[in-house]
T-cell receptor, first 110, second 116 residues
């Protein structure tokens, strides 16, 4: 299995909702990442997990809460988001030898 | 500070023209990796090429070629005989240990439009 699977593909949520994005890989990669991409912008790094531990948090607001339950799974818990958080959220795994990206979750906050 | 600079925001060419997308990077690490990705309107990131800092060989893959020059910290991408299907945003990216633990650091991207 050489894919990173992200669910859901699309999500519309209200500002008071709580939702979670999921990411799964079975390539044995021990580093996993969350990126946020706004329209016409590059992907911006949010979090890095290395060996299931959070190693980098790029000053992301606390309304985004990452979780790595095991080496294959990465979650992003969302709570009290703002409309400006609407974006494509990409998950990736790998290291300098190569990265695999999921197809992303397109999030709309209303 | 911007680690990867793609100075060309948008490029428009007519089909069959050659086009070069520029990428300049900045790093203090001796071991690092450079990548090019294509992002069509559908949104998925399509991997094109990876180069490590110890391999300066240029590469050709069909109509695509890459010129890696450490002396100028550049990793440029040329599409020969462009086609409409090449229309997309192209990102150059750097992976280094530095402060980002080998996370990919993307340039701002170059939007390429190829018209018939």
């Amino acid at each position: 299995d050489t894919e990173v699977t992200q669910t859901p593909k699309h999500l519309v949520m209200g500002m008071t909702n709580k939702k979670s994005l999921k990411c799964e890989q079975h390539m044995g990669h021990r580093a996993m990442y969350w990126y946020k991409q706004k329209a016409k912008k590059p992907p911006e790094l949010m979090f890095v997990y290395s060996y299931e531990k959070l190693s980098i948090n790029e000053s992301v607001p606390s309304r985004f809460s990452p979780e790595c339950p095991n080496s294959s799974l990465l979650n992003l818990h969302l709570h009290a988001l703002q409309p400006e958080d609407s974006a494509l959220y990409l998950c990736a795994s790998g290291r300098g030898y190569g990265y695999t990206f999921g197809s992303g979750t397109r999030l709309t906050v209303v | 500070a911007q680690k990867v600079t793609q100075a060309q925001t948008e490029i428009s060419v007519v089909e069959k023209e050659d086009v070069t997308l520029d990428c300049v990077y900045e790093t203090r690490d001796t071991t690092y990796y450079l990548f090019w990705y294509k992002q069509p309107p559908s949104g998925e990131l399509v991997f094109l090429i990876r180069r490590n800092s110890f391999d300066e060989q240029n590469e050709i893959s069909g109509r695509y070629s890459w010129n890696f020059q450490k002396s100028t910290s550049s990793f440029n991408f040329t599409i020969t005989a462009s086609q409409v299907v090449d229309s997309a945003v192209y990102f150059c990216a750097l992976s280094e240990l530095g402060n980002s633990g080998y996370a990919l650091n993307f340039g701002k991207g170059t939007s390429l439009l190829v018209t018939p």
